[in-house]
C-alpha cells in the first residue's frame, strides 16, 4: 500500500497572473494594473497529503479542494477579482483580460493534474490531462509556457536602468530552480515543509514587484 502522510495544516501556493498592456496607455499612465501578481490560499487544513508516487512529478495529493481549484469557483474568482479592478481603475479592457487570466489557473491545472479537479463544489466527477504523470512532458509543457511567458514579458516591457536588467534575470533564475528542483525530487516529510516552502517562494513576488517598476510597458 502506498504510503500517506496526511496533512495537518494548510498549504499555500501563488498563483501569479501577467496580463501584460491590455488596453491603451496615456502618456503619464505608467502602470500596468494588468501586471499583477495575486496569492491565493490554495488548500485549506487537510486538503493536502504527502503521497509518494502518486505522480512521477509530484507527490502531492491533492484530493479535496474545491474551493480553489473547481472551475465553477473560479469563475466567482475571476469576476471578483475582475470586478474589484474595474471599480477601482474603471478600465474595462484590462478587466476583462484579467478574468480570463484568472480563469486560466483551472485550465493550467487541468494539463498538468491527475484527474482531481472538480466542475463545482459537491460533484463527484473529477477531471485533468495528468501532464505529471510523465517528467520529460512535464518539463516541455511547463518549461515551455513559462519560456513564452518569459518572452512576452520582455517584448511588452523595457528595462529604464541597469537594475531592470540585472535584477531581472536572477528572479528569473532562482524560479526555474525551485521549479526544477519541484519535479521528480524526494518527497518532502510533511506536508508543512510544503506550506512553508510556498510561503518563502511568495517572498520572491516583492523583488518581482519592485523590478517591474523598472519595466513599464512600451508605448
Request: glycine content about 8%.
Amino acid at each position: 500500500m502506498r504510503h500517506v502522510r496526511r496533512a495537518s495544516g494548510s498549504r499555500f501556493c501563488g498563483q501569479t497572473i501577467c496580463a501584460e498592456d491590455v488596453a491603451g496607455h496615456t502618456a503619464d499612465r505608467r502602470s500596468i494594473a494588468g501586471r499583477t501578481v495575486v496569492c491565493f490560499p490554495d488548500h485549506r487544513e487537510g486538503t493536502a497529503r504527502i503521497a509518494p508516487g502518486i505522480t512521477r512529478a509530484s507527490p502531492l495529493d491533492l484530493y479535496d479542494f474545491p474551493i480553489s481549484h473547481s472551475l465553477l469557483v473560479d469563475f466567482v474568482w475571476a469576476g471578483l477579482f475582475a470586478g474589484t479592478y474595474l471599480v477601482l481603475q474603471q478600465y474595462l479592457q484590462e478587466a476583462c483580460v484579467l478574468r480570463l487570466a484568472v480563469l486560466s489557473h483551472w485550465v493550467l491545472d487541468w494539463l498538468s493534474h491527475r484527474p482531481d479537479m472538480p466542475l463545482a463544489p459537491g460533484t463527484q466527477s473529477k477531471y485533468g490531462l495528468g501532464i505529471r504523470n510523465s517528467i520529460p512532458l512535464t518539463y516541455a509543457v511547463e518549461g515551455g509556457l513559462g519560456l513564452v511567458g518569459i518572452a512576452v514579458y520582455v517584448h511588452v516591457t523595457r528595462a529604464t536602468d541597469h537594475m531592470a536588467v540585472y535584477a531581472f534575470w536572477p528572479v528569473i533564475a532562482l524560479l526555474t530552480a525551485i521549479w526544477t528542483g519541484s519535479i521528480g525530487g524526494a518527497s518532502p516529510q510533511h506536508i508543512r515543509v510544503v506550506a512553508v516552502g510556498n510561503l518563502m517562494v511568495s517572498a520572491v513576488f516583492a523583488w518581482a514587484y519592485w523590478i517591474d517598476r523598472h519595466r513599464p510597458a512600451r508605448l
